[in-house]
Every structure is written in structure tokens, then in C-alpha cells.
């Protein structure tokens, strides 16, 4: 990692990821932690500060930290959850710290996946088909479909047997055996039709929208792995420079009205058509690979919200890959690869979810912990 003198702005407070920290760092951004007291992450040498996950109010927590500063810190966030958290709470954080965000009510449409649906419909953004499931198989929608939890997974969904995030229907039967599982549970769901093709088919749109409505940067990408195979977590990813992905992503930015961070999911048909699958409003585990690739999306944000001068303005470079090496492993080899084709071409990936040469203590403090727990089982 290159890094820059040090930033004499604020730190960042970080509701994230060591990604997130570590895009920062190569502008020269200093990170504090809303982390539990014994993760890793605080052990990076970018990290100069704590705030305790597990309080009993994390807004709390954020809030006295903020209170004896000489200047309202920026706050990044890279989850579903952290976005929920400081958009439930935007007025009384907005009092103590500097943050972008979305509109309220286009949060919670993009968070409830029934929602989305309903406001892609009225947009007409390119999503596959969709209807709720209403207690009945004829939903007039072509199989095979996925079915996800509406507005989102909770304990219910394991409950009833259903371990999957989303689920795989092929025919009336199926969706009939899924019916019987969520009814008298609560559970809300819809199901889409299910464009088909690998997880590698799946392209994305990462942007950051300023205040006055322009595209201050932008980067596309495609997914390598995942796991499981089908439906699964990233486990290997790479930039791409691709014209089609950036235009449908500024497409849709225009038709939400959007300002803020997003990630927009395509999914590519055998035709070359892009289906828009989610849109998230916020960071991601992406924010260090494109960083490395030449758009690092958090410092742009940091210096709008500190107002200090953006970083010179570029174009992203393809073919920086991320990878979570124990997971992504363990997916090459089900795919087919050697542990020697895999580990040749993951020593060749310029950023991961662990090890950082420049940046050792996170990693090694996770394997010593890890050590000591196995020998205390």
C-alpha cells in the first residue's frame, strides 16, 4: 500500500470494515473504530481510536466521542445495518457528525426488498419480475424464480428451515413446499424471476453522487467467486472499465434521484441484457480495490465533508482484484482450481479482506486469537 503524509483533517469514524479503513489510509486518513473492544482491526496501525460496539447505545457512544472534538469527525458506514443505524438517528447524529446520505424514505425502499420493488416498478428500472407471495403458487411468473425475505432475513427464516439468504424455486412445487415452511410465521417474501447464469454474470456500479447532484466518482467491477456457488458472498472480485455497467448505474442514479454512496448490482442475461438486482446505500468491501484502481470513493467523500480539496480526479483502472483468501480458497478448489494455480494467482491480487503487508497486526492478532481459542477448547 502507498501511502500519503498524513491527512491533518479529523479521523474518520468507521462503522466498517478493515477495507474501509485501509481506502482511507491511502489517502492519508486516519480511521477510529466503532468495533467490539477485542477485534482485531483495532490492532491496524490506521486506527487511532475505539468506540465500543458493544455499548448499550452505539449512538451514544458515537455522540461522546464526538462531543470534545474540535470539528465534527466524517462518518463512514459499510453495512445494511450501519446504514440503518445512522439514518434512523440522521438528525441527532447530523448534530455531531458530518455524513452523506440519502433521503430517509429512498433508504428504507432500497433496504425492504419488497419496497424496491414496488419503487422500480413506478420508476420502470430494469429489475426481473416480481410479486409477493401471497399464500398461493400461481404468481404468474416464469420459473425458475428466487424467493427472498421481505423487508429482510431474521431468526424466522432459520426457523422454518430455510438456511439459504435467497432461495432457489424451479417449479410449482417447490414454491409450494416454501409456502408451507413460512405460512403461519410471519414471514413476508417475494419472489422474482431468476435470470440465469453464474454469480460471475454479476456486474456493479459504485458511485458517489455530491450534494449538488454530479457524479464526483465512479468505477465499475464484476464478481469472480462466491460461496456458495449460487446466491452466495463474495469471495474474489476485480475491477472492470465496462461503458454498458457505468451507463445503466448513472441511469438508474438519475431516475431515483439519488445522493450519496451506492453500489448497484446487475445481473448480465445470456443476451448481454444488465437486470438490476439491488441497489445499497452505502460503502462496501469494494471501497479498497477501488482505491487501488485509481477512485478512491471514501477520501472524495472525506474531503466534501471536511471541505478540504477533493483528490485529483481519474479514471478507474481495471483488473484489481480483492479476494477473502480462506473463503475464496476454499471456493477455487470446488470450482475445480489447484491450491497451486489458486495460490499463484491470489499472491498476484493487490488487495484482500485479511494480510496487508504494510498493515501485518490485524491479521496477526486474528491468527494469535485464534490460536489461543483452540487451545483453550
Known amino acids: 500500500m502507498i501511502l500519503r503524509a498524513r491527512n491533518r483533517g479529523p479521523a474518520a469514524v468507521v462503522l466498517g ?10 489517502a492519508g486518513i486516519a480511521s477510529v473504530v466503532v468495533a467490539p473492544l477485542e477485534d482485531p482491526i483495532r490492532h491496524s496501525r490506521h486506527v487511532t481510536g475505539i468506540v465500543d460496539a ?13 462531543a470534545p472534538l474540535a470539528e465534527p469527525p466524517p462518518l ?16 441527532r447524529l447530523a448534530r455531531s457528525h458530518r455524513f452523506v446520505i440519502p433521503a430517509a424514505e429512498l433508504v428504507e425502499d432500497l433496504l425492504d426488498k419488497g419496497r424496491f420493488q414496488a419503487l422500480a416498478d413506478r ?19 416464469r420459473f425458475p424464480l428466487v424467493v427472498k425475505a421481505s423487508p429482510h432475513r431474521d431468526r424466522r427464516w432459520e426457523e422454518a428451515g430455510l438456511s439459504s439468504k435467497v432461495l432457489r424455486v424451479d417449479d410449482p412445487a417447490a414454491l409450494r413446499d416454501v409456502l408451507a415452511r413460512i405460512d403461519g410465521t410471519g414471514i413476508e417474501a417475494i419472489a422474482q424471476e431468476l435470470i440465469a447464469g453464474p454469480e460471475e454474470r454479476i456486474e456493479s456500479y459504485h458511485v458517489y453522487v455530491d450534494g449538488d447532484g454530479a457524479v464526483a466518482g465512479e468505477f465499475t467491477g464484476r464478481k469472480i467467486r462466491t460461496v456458495p456457488r449460487e446466491f452466495g458472498m463474495t469471495t474474489a472480485l476485480v475491477t472492470t472499465d465496462d461503458a454498458d455497467v457505468a451507463a445503466a448505474g448513472r ?22 441484457r444488465l437486470y438490476l438486482l439491488e441497489v445499497n446505500a452505502r460503502f462496501t468491501l469494494w471501497a479498497h480495490a477501488g482505491a487501488v484502481a485509481g477512485v478512491n470513493l471514501p477520501a472524495i467523500v472525506y474531503a466534501d465533508l471536511t471541505r478540504r480539496p477533493r483528490p485529483p480526479a481519474a479514471r478507474a ?48 492478532a486474528r491468527r494469535l486469537r485464534d490460536a489461543v481459542g483452540r487451545r483453550a477448547g
Open 17 to 26: 470494515r478493515i477495507d474501509l479503513v485501509r481506502a482511507l489510509a491511502r
Open 54 to 66: 458493544d455499548a448499550p447505545s452505539v449512538v451514544d457512544a458515537l455522540v461522546q466521542h464526538a
Open 76 to 91: 463512514f458506514y459499510d453495512s445494511d445495518r450501519a446504514l440503518m443505524l445512522v439514518s434512523r438517528n440522521r438528525d
Open 123 to 141: 420508476l420502470e428500472l430494469p429489475v426481473p419480475r416480481a410479486r409477493p407471495l401471497a399464500g398461493d403458487d400461481d404468481i404468474g411468473l
Open 251 to 272: 441511469e438508474v442514479i438519475e431516475r431515483l434521484g439519488f445522493q450519496g454512496v451506492a453500489k448497484l448490482d446487475f445481473k448480465r442475461a445470456a443476451d448481454g
Open 317 to 364: 483502472r481495471a483488473g484489481v482484484r480483492w479476494i477473502w483468501p480462506s473463503a475464496d480458497a476454499a471456493a477455487a478448489r470446488e470450482g475445480g482450481i489447484s491450491r497451486l494455480s489458486w495460490l499463484l494467482w491470489a499472491l498476484r491480487s493487490e488487495t484482500n479482506s485479511s494480510f496487508a503487508l504494510s498493515d501485518p497486526a490485524p491479521y496477526l
